[in-house]
């Protein structure tokens, strides 16, 4: 069996890429939306930790949290998201194809992929790369053609407190490593 190293910075900021089971576009459903905001919000009051950015798209999702100094287990938080997102969601939006021996072995669901990518933020030009690459993930994909337009992004936040013009157009391409983004 592998043994997957994670990062272990306390307090640290961590980027995430989360995956639906089989890339299911159910992310944006409002149901959806709305399970994963109730559960965030319950796993942060047990758990504290904030959300610098983020972007929630139909079958993943891009995110950056800072944990609290002297914490470093976003897995139990990450655990329990999925958990309750998939318990509120259950029924009617799971895949249709069957669970693997070993899905079924350890009680997972069919709605999100079994692990997530994560990345410690180094530094703030680090930290500016990533929230740069979560704002501009929609029009890469195809969603939109202006980074504005897509509606499930903190980019809006970024825009009302003055740290992005409303008409940010996007990142230096040249920057980004295939893959050193979780996809």
């Known amino acids: 069996m592998p043994n997957y190293r994670r990062a272990d910075v306390a307090g640290g900021t961590y980027f995430f890429t989360v995956n639906t089971f089989q890339r299911q576009a159910v992310l944006i459903e409002k149901r959806v939306r709305d399970a994963l905001r109730r559960s965030i919000t319950s796993v942060k009051r047990l758990h504290p930790f904030s959300i610098e950015a983020w972007a929630l798209l139909p079958d993943h999702l891009h995110c950056i ?3 609290p100094p002297g914490d470093s287990d976003f897995s139990l938080r990450w655990a329990m998201i999925k958990r309750d997102v998939t318990k509120l ?16 072995k350890r009680k ?8 997530f990518w994560e990345h410690a933020i180094r530094d703030e ?3 500016r790369a990533h929230i740069d690459y979560i704002r501009w993930n929609p029009v890469k994909h195809g969603y939109v053609k202006e980074v504005k337009d897509w509606p499930y992004s903190t980019f809006h936040r970024f825009v009302a407190n003055g740290v992005y013009p409303e008409d940010w157009g996007g990142i230096d391409e040249t920057t980004i490593k295939d893959g050193q983004y979780g996809e």
């Open 89 to 104: 969601c259950a029924h009617g939006l799971t895949s249709n194809a069957p669970l693997s021996e070993s899905r079924q």
């Open 108 to 115: 997972e669901g069919g709605f999100w992929q079994r692990r």
């Open 65 to 67: 949290w800072k944990l």
């Open 125 to 127: 030009s680090d930290l």
